[in-house]
């Protein structure tokens, strides 16, 4: 197990080196001029446009600014944003909580929901319920996010006046200081009455809009999984032997399907780094999502590769995290190969 | 330090509304973006000046709400000496710095605090320059390293500027963000304690409102100033509800979660005017959207040519179908809420066989061309590229053919710029309301060499016109030569000027006294809740 343990972490380096290049490059091939963004239709002249250049070092040829970015990312510094003239990791430290927070309860959302959907529907394969899941199933999978989220807020928000629109907390009613970041934690410690269940409240839209489609994928591929499970012979056995369902069920076929259904799990977490971008736009919810799209609109080059890579990093280690659990889970896998 | 600000805030405001013996009256402003930091002078965006200078700060002077007139602020008075190049600022006595957790002043504003805001952006070997970044974007773009020579001290209540020629507009200029007045004497201790940049971070400033608390993109805190000079703010606690979105926002509003919001969607622009909560206030826009020709190639050369593209352009269908009636068709190329704003000048007609006409009398026969399409939304010009099909559509009428030209935002500027393209569109917000802000940087020779004379037209009579308004501080004298100078614009039809936007603001109703900033602004000090 340490063995395959060291190889994934081996094969990490690359991975990472390639992962620098990637955001580095990425925003470079955008064209676009960072310094015309920033003076607009005002318009900048040509020796303080080459000063500017000079001040961010954009005016070094492209392998040296390479090199001095992969330095800095050896020593831990992003570098500082253009726009705001602030350090790059202390923005991404400030934002990423609150994407943390949005998906890990999009994530709950999806699994408690999505999971026992799936196992009923394969279960009752065939009945009105199957279908009718399945049917809205795909329909959320097909669902523009944003169109969802402005659905919803229209209706629970504006009409029914039952959820908050947007935003993490009540403005008016409470204040207190994020020290985490994460709103249910803050408001639980900021002992204010009642400031918890707010935080609550502003969650329940945004969860539903980001955790829609991971909840769909899992429902389907839950059904799937249990289905080819409960058609393999240890289950007949099982059923033979006059197990009942709910043993059969829960102890022998779900735990198999579980092995794919976590990977799929794992897979979202990709999905919804990238739904979380429309989502916090939609819900003003300050996340690392909204800050990548402003500032590639901005051509903020520090904030973007900086972003991109701190991002990337998270889904190779959630990655390797799984396949570590996998080679738990499953034996087979660590010695293949 | 952090639990410091809170406890003592909210100390502040616990007792402010005990001592009222009533709830804080709260104002949430539904703000579209995140500012780039806390001090104007270290950038641009109208974000920035919204939850900086327009809360926080003040300034030597600063322009009537709700226009473009220009009053006494931090300077009760000024004097313009017989050569216009020193001006005279008798400053405010009495004002207050505000106190905040981490600096309580021990000292009014003076003279100091004056020279130490422009020291600090003007002379790069100033302690303060290079501190944040050291950009002074503002600064720069208006020409003020080059314009002044020196800000000097006469005493604690006089300031002197120094020009090293005169300047009309420079009373003008000293309303914008940039020119916001810090505190000298907070700079002073944060720069001994070495935490210079704490200056920019915890504004402290002499205006209405004062900085409580910044969540990075999800709300802004502010509380009203107890010592304002002016008078404390009606409103007790000021919000911004950073919300990107703008259908959020208006839902927001409609949900009673904010008060004010800015930029809707023109397709909630009905359905606003309708709700019964809801105040839809609106006021023409500071800006002017145009198509300039480019007067450096053939056959722009030819002013006949401009003026017959000009006849041919069918304005009001633009301003049906572009702006949806939000607009208004400009004929000048400033906007008529600006002084000096010649009404008598008659725009050309909608006439394509005159038009038509005046091409074969120029000998332009078969013209093949470009039109420059933004590829982003503007205040001036809600849908460029729509627009230039409209355009594209006209000039095929009086057998002018076009193709439709786009690049990035930042490669349009700049190609744009250096007069790549044979026509552009674009447009133009105003700073400071002055005439000059919009004539000599749109089109006056200095600007047509590679900057923002697009139309890269020189023409010496209108520039001397320009300039000489530039040198005489007699506010009659200079509308008359501006006056001349748009009749002369019209004649020579550099652009086509297409129209001046209005600006949409849904208020709700329980909101008092609220009005539209012709630069785009929100300035929330002299705004009241009724409760």
Known sequence: MFQFFLKRLAMLVPTFIGVTMIAFGLIRLIPGDPIELLSGERGIDPARHAELMKQFGFDRPLYQQYIDFFVGVLQGDLGNSIVTKKPVVAEFLTLFPATLELSLCAIIFAVVIGLPIGVIAAVRRGTAFDHTTMGFALTGYSMPIFWWGILLIMLFSTQLGVTPVSGRSDLIRFYYENPTGIMLIDAALSGQKGAFADALHHLVLPTVVLGTIPLAVIARQTRSAMLNVLGEDYVRTARAKGLSPYRIIGLHALRNALITVVTVIGLQVGVLLAGAILTETIFAWPGIGKWMVDSISRRDYPSVQGGLLMIASLVMVVNLIVDLLYGLINPRIRHAR | ?531
């Not at chain 2, 965006?45 to 709400?65: H, K, M, P």
């Not at chain 2, 904010?258 to 206030?281: E, G, Q, R, T, W």
């Not at chain 2, 550099?494 to 109703?509: E, G, Y």
């Open chain 2, 1 to 531: 330090m952090k639990r410091a600000i809170l406890a003592a805030s909210i100390g502040i405001l616990a007792s402010l509304a005990l001592a009222n013996g009533s709830e804080a009256k709260t104002l949430v402003y539904c703000s579209e973006g995140s500012p780039e930091g806390f001090n104007p002078s270290l950038y641009t965006a109208g974000t920035t000046f919204d939850a900086s200078s327009r809360q926080i700060y003040n300034r030597l002077v600063e322009f009537e709400r709700g226009t473009t007139k220009i009053i006494p602020a931090l300077a009760e008075s000024w004097d313009v000496s017989d050569d216009g190049t020193t001006y005279t600022f008798h400053l405010r006595k009495g004002v207050k710095f505000q106190t905040t957790s981490a600096f309580t002043p021990t000292r009014d504003f003076n003279a100091d605090d004056v020279v130490f805001s422009f020291e600090r952006q003007r002379d790069p070997n100033h302690p303060y320059h290079q501190v944040s970044g050291g950009q002074y974007e503002y600064f720069q773009s208006m020409d003020m390293p080059n314009l002044i020579k020196e800000v000097k001290k006469v005493d604690d209540h006089t300031v002197q500027f120094i020009l090293n020629q005169p300047e009309a507009p420079f009373i003008a200029n000293l309303g914008m963000d940039f020119a916001s007045i810090m505190s000298a004497e907070y700079a002073d201790q944060m720069s001994k304690a070495g935490t210079p940049d704490q200056v920019d971070l915890n504004p402290v400033g002499t205006g209405p409102f004062q900085l409580v608390a910044y969540q990075k993109d999800a709300v802004i805190r502010y509380k009203a100033n107890p010592d304002y000079w002016a008078g404390k703010a009606a409103i007790d606690d000021l919000i911004f509800a950073i919300t990107p979105d703008a259908s959020v926002r208006w839902q927001k509003l409609q949900a009673g979660e904010c008060h004010v919001m800015p930029y809707p969607n023109p397709a909630d622009l009905d359905a606003m005017s309708k709700n019964a909560d809801i105040n839809l206030l609106q006021q023409e826009g500071l800006n002017v959207g145009y198509l300039a020709f480019n007067t450096e190639k053939a056959p722009y050369t030819d002013k006949r040519v401009r003026q017959a593209l000009n006849m041919a352009v069918n304005k009001q269908a633009i301003i049906d179908v572009v702006f949806q009636g939000a607009g208004k068709a400009a004929k000048n190329p400033i906007p008529p809420t600006i002084w000096s704003y010649n009404d008598a000048v008659q725009d050309y007609p909608y006439d394509p066989a005159k038009a038509k006409a005046l091409l074969a009398e120029a000998g332009v026969t078969s013209l093949k061309t470009n039109i420059w399409a933004m590829p982003v939304q503007r205040p001036y010009n809600p849908n460029a590229r729509r627009m230039a099909e409209l355009v594209q559509a006209d000039w095929a009428k009086v057998g002018v053919e076009a193709e439709i030209v786009s690049f990035e935002w930042g490669e349009y500027l700049k190609r744009s710029k250096l007069g790549e393209h044979e026509t552009v569109l674009l447009g133009w917000t105003g700073d400071n309301g002055d005439p000059d802000n919009f004539l000599y940087v749109l089109l006056g020779c200095e600007a047509a060499k590679d900057s923002a004379n697009r139309a890269r037209w020189c023409h010496k009579p209108f520039d001397d016109l320009l300039v000489a308004a530039k040198r005489t501080a007699d506010v009659a004298e200079r509308t008359r030569l501006y006056e001349e100078a748009q009749v002369i614009f019209k004649d020579e039809a550099p652009w086509i000027t297409v129209a001046h936007s209005v600006v949409f603001k849904p208020v709700r109703k329980e909101v008092k006294n609220f009005k539209i900033d012709p630069f785009g602004g929100h300035v929330f000090y002299g705004v009241d809740i009724a409760e």
